[in-house]
C-alpha cells in the first residue's frame, strides 16, 4: 500500500510538471489516501501486536 502511495506521488509530481494540474491533483489526492490508510493500519496492528504480545 505505501508502494502505491509512493507511485501515486511520483505521477502527481511528473503530471504537474508537465501541466497536467487535473491528473496531478487526483493522484495526490489518492496518494495521500494511501498514505493515511497504511498509516492507520499500521498502527492498528502495531497495537494488536503489543496486546497479543502479553
Known amino acids: 500500500m505505501l508502494y502505491y ?3 501515486f506521488f ?3 509530481i511528473v503530471a ?5 494540474t487535473g491528473i496531478a491533483a487526483g493522484a495526490a489526492d ?4 494511501l498514505f493515511f490508510l497504511f498509516v492507520v ?4 496492528s502495531l497495537v494488536l501486536g503489543f496486546l497479543r504480545g502479553w
Open 30 to 33: 489518492i496518494a495521500r489516501i
Open 41 to 44: 493500519i499500521f498502527l492498528a
Open 10 to 12: 511520483i505521477v502527481a
Open 16 to 20: 504537474g510538471l508537465f501541466g497536467f
Open 5 to 7: 502511495a509512493v507511485v
